[in-house]
């Protein structure tokens, strides 16, 4: 009697647990992002009229991107970390069109706030904990752990596509040079 | 087998208890739940909270009727329709704003009050904890809620707040993104929110108080000398009628006629608030729309976050995550961590009593650095105070471990 109980027990437990799964499957794919919402990854920058050391935002995924065509001289007045070499020379600018800019992801790499970029200093200054980056998006100070982001890009004369993945884009990547 | 006595009257008092036991359920619940004589207005504290959680729940019934939780249309339903149109929204939006900041300032009244005496020992463990997961519930609560208004805090809190998800290094960022249902914070997110603090959570708190008042019914009500009561003997001296002798009242009516004078009280406080300062728990730059493009200047969130947010602040990103989770559960742990068997105030507890006022006088230190921009002097002492609260709580074994018996106490 009591092994009859016991197994029936251990059938609803089997039977209710795989209902639980199930349900929590589905409410994992509810939170998950819409196919609406991914499908809208795609935003192309025309870069050929841009000034230089001044920054520009632009959407992307609902992110701002940042974007500076980034003059000869880029050395950051003071870096905290001693980082202060000149962001002209950075691997992580992008060429287009025989002229250097930074297209990042404007969300600090600590905690996603925008930082503030003050032409003057040619430096990023981030309004939440106070972290900083230079033209090229390399930190000088922290709390953020790693220079801004670079979006997956695609350059196409003097466009720029984001949201899809080129051969610059490839190379950057390869080297770990884009987070 | 029951008992229905077929000439009762539908809905009397003997109908009724045929049905209901309400006769035996009073008893339980209310007259024969003993309080002990030895206490003061701070143990009014635990009404006061549900009588505030309370007037959440009604104002916010009101709000939920013009509220309109789309990206779009939250902003202007709550600060044009609500604040402008609707008879007495404001109102409500201010009952419900300042409530939902007041009710922060009792709760940390209340988890001090419990630390002084000593409340979460000697069978009291499951009262604390399940106080500890009511703090933790409101936090959501408060959270979520303050997402609704779609104004710049807002979203730029539920951004930072979202993007700790991410785990520091190990940079989750595909949660974070299942956590908003977008790259960043969105209609899905606010949809999501807009349901946890409206429905779930709201559940989950109503569930937890009555948690947190079952914890209460054996272990009893702590006193202010701590002193162990057998409540069974005084009970039955005060059934007696030996009234003066007998160290416990009931709950119902005479302790309850004590603490809703203190919640007279504390109404006036709060309508005075409501009335002429409401302003403190409404932060302008919210009554900013959101705009992805545009970080506020200077992210804070409000007061009574600001303490945790502080610890966080000033370490690099691992380091400040794991003290930031620290933070957040190490209040957990004080049943475990005070090794003293001691109930009694932390006034007669010889060093305990200085941890108590450094961890005490170190949260208004943290609070004050949190709300300040992260800059020169001010980091220093978040810096300091950030590291002093996490070695008072290394420290707390010890001090507790090598605690002497109090006088009076086994």
Redesign the interface.
């Known amino acids: 009697m009591s092994d009859r109980r016991d197994f029936f027990g251990k059938v609803l437990g089997a039977y209710a647990g795989l209902g639980a799964l199930g349900a929590l499957y589905a409410a994992?794919r509810t939170?998950?992002?819409?196919p609406s919402?991914k499908a809208a990854g795609f935003t192309t920058l025309d870069l050929s009229n841009l000034e230089e050391n001044k920054l520009y935002?632009e959407?992307w995924?609902?992110?701002?991107i940042l974007i500076i065509k980034v003059p000869k001289d880029a050395k950051p007045d003071g870096a905290p970390n001693g980082n202060n070499e000149n962001a002209y020379d950075d691997k992580r600018l992008i060429t287009v069109g025989g002229h250097k800019f930074m297209i990042v992801v404007g969300?600090c790499?600590?905690?996603?706030?925008?930082p503030?970029y003050f032409p003057e200093k040619k430096k990023f200054i981030c309004?939440?904990?106070?972290g900083q980056f230079n033209a090229a998006g390399e930190v000088l100070k922290?709390?953020?752990?790693s220079p801004l982001v670079i979006p997956p890009f695609k350059i196409d004369g003097t466009k720029v596509v984001l949201g899809e993945a080129g051969p610059e884009y490839k190379k950057l990547k390869e080297a770990g040079l884009v987070a | 087998m029951a008992h229905f006595d077929p000439n009762a009257r539908p809905f009397s008092h003997q109908w009724l208890n045929d049905r209901l036991a309400i006769d035996t359920l009073k008893r339980v619940l209310s007259t024969e739940y003993w309080i002990p004589k030895n206490i003061n207005f701070l143990w009014a504290m635990g009404m006061v909270l549900a009588a505030t959680f309370g007037v959440l729940l009604i104002s916010g019934i009101f709000l939920l009727m013009y509220y309109i939780p789309d990206t779009k249309q939250a902003f202007d339903s709550v600060n044009h329709t609500i604040m402008g149109e609707v008879g007495y929204g404001w109102l409500w939006r201010h009952m419900h704003g300042v409530a939902a900041s007041v009710v922060f300032l009792i709760i940390y009244i209340h988890m001090f009050t419990g630390i002084y005496y000593g409340s979460y020992k000697r069978g009291r463990e499951l009262i604390w904890l399940s106080g500890m997961l009511l703090f933790v519930s409101f936090s959501a609560e408060a959270f979520s809620g303050y997402m609704l208004p779609w104004g710049q805090m807002s979203y730029?809190a539920g951004?930072?707040i979202t993007?700790?998800f991410s785990l520091?290094?190990l940079d989750l960022q595909g949660l974070v993104?299942?956590?908003?249902?977008?790259?960043?914070p969105?209609q899905?997110f606010l949809g999501?929110f807009f349901m946890l603090h409206v429905v779930l959570m709201p559940l989950i708190i109503m569930a937890l108080i009555v948690l947190h008042f079952g914890t209460l019914r054996i272990p009893h009500v702590n006193n202010k000398d701590g002193e162990e009561i057998d409540f069974e003997a005084e009970a039955e001296k005060w059934k007696a009628g030996k009234r003066k002798e007998a160290k416990v009242i009931p709950f119902n009516p005479v302790f309850l006629s004590k603490d809703t004078f203190v919640l007279g009280i504390y109404f006036i406080f709060y309508f005075y608030l409501v009335f002429y300062h409401f302003e403190f728990a409404m932060d302008p730059v919210n009554f900013d729309p959101a705009n992805?493009?545009?970080?506020?200047?200077?992210?804070y969130p409000e007061w009574y976050f600001l303490w945790s947010y502080e610890i966080l602040?000033p370490?690099?990103?691992?380091p400040?995550l794991v003290a930031f989770g620290f933070a957040q559960v190490i209040f957990f742990l004080l049943p475990f961590l005070d090794r003293s068997p001691n109930v009694a105030p932390a006034n007669r507890r010889g060093v305990f009593k200085f941890w108590f006022w450094f961890l005490l006088v170190d949260m208004i230190v943290l609070t004050v650095m949190g709300k300040v921009p992260?800059?020169g002097i001010y980091?220093t002492i978040g810096t300091v105070a950030a590291w002093t609260f996490i070695i008072l709580w290394i420290l707390l074994p010890f001090i507790t471990k090598a605690e002497k018996p109090v006088r009076g106490h086994k």
């Open positions: 994992k939170w998950d992002p819409l919402v935002v959407k995924r609902g992110k701002p969300l790499t600590h905690l996603g706030c925008i503030d309004p939440c904990h106070g922290a709390p953020p752990p | 730029w951004m930072v993007n700790l520091g290094s993104e299942w956590i908003r249902g977008d790259y960043v969105g899905a999501r992805p493009l545009k970080t506020p200047p200077h992210i602040r370490f690099p990103k691992n400040g992260p800059m980091t």
